[in-house]
């Protein structure tokens, strides 16, 4: 079964700094990779997405991740951080042959500070 | 483009009472997902619907259950209704048509929020 681990369920930085948010999965097989953004009382919006091209992509909003086989990770960075970042981030997985299941982690709230 | 619309968009029942939830999926697409979003965690997938059948589902119990009409639209049913079952209900359409990525991304709906007292 597969599974995605969020370290830190809340992450809070200062405008203009770095972002970093984490995350591991578990997949017998090579999966999909996603980063969706939740914004109050909204739906999850696609920031980005990992099907086996460049390891390093490029998502809306400035943000970009990069796939590490061989540390099952999937880290979502932004060089300078907006305070219109200030959300609640998702990782997740597919399995290829699942038809577009996906499976969650349990969410990064990054806070932005002025 | 309307996107994914879903409805009502906040509703209250009580223990043991049934609820139905609505979904229309973004215009071009034909497969509608359903996923349970409770407080402070991320969503889990219910189930998903495309030709008007349920072709997979998640670990949810019977009592959750759906269905899509020919226009792709989706309800979600469920009934006996528990206070874990306070949650917001996320629908996402995607398509079936094959995407040259491999991965046909899921466009999610804004949700329903239930409230079960």
């Known amino acids: 079964a597969q599974s995605v681990t969020q370290l830190g369920s809340h992450v809070s930085v200062s405008e203009g700094a770095l972002v970093l948010l984490r995350c591991n999965y578990s997949?017998?097989?090579?999966?999909?990779l996603f980063w969706y953004v939740q914004y109050p009382n909204q739906g999850l919006q696609l920031l980005l997405k990992?099907?086996?091209?460049?390891?390093l992509v490029k998502g809306i909003n400035g943000f970009e991740a990069e796939f590490k086989k061989s540390e099952t990770s999937f880290h979502l960075t932004k060089p300078s951080a907006h305070m219109s970042d200030a959300a609640e981030y998702f990782c997740?997985?597919?399995?290829?042959?699942?038809?577009?299941?996906?499976?969650f982690g349990g969410g990064t709230r990054l806070m932005v500070k002025p | 483009d309307a996107g994914v619309t879903q409805s009502p968009t906040h509703l209250i029942k009580t223990r043991g009472q049934q609820v139905t939830l609505r979904c229309s999926p973004k215009?071009?697409?034909?497969?509608v997902s359903w996923y349970q979003q409770a407080l402070g965690q991320g969503p889990q997938f219910i189930f998903q619907?495309?030709?008007?059948?349920?072709?997979q589902r998640g670990n949810f119990p019977d009592r959750f259950s759906g269905h899509q009409f020919p226009n792709y639209s989706s309800e979600l049913n469920v009934n006996a209704l528990l206070l874990g079952d306070s949650a917001l209900y996320l629908c996402?359409?995607?398509?079936?048509?094959?995407?040259?990525?491999?991965?046909?991304?899921?466009?999610f709906g804004a949700g329903s929020r239930l409230t079960v007292l």
């Open positions: 990992y099907t086996s091209a460049a390891t």
């Open positions: 619907y495309y030709e008007e059948e349920e072709r």
């Open positions: 215009s071009g697409h034909d497969t």
């Open positions: 997949s017998s097989v090579p999966p999909y």
């Open positions: 997740a997985v597919s399995d290829r042959n699942a038809g577009n299941m996906l499976t």
């Open positions: 996402a359409s995607s398509s079936r048509v094959f995407s040259p990525s491999g991965a046909n991304v899921l466009t």
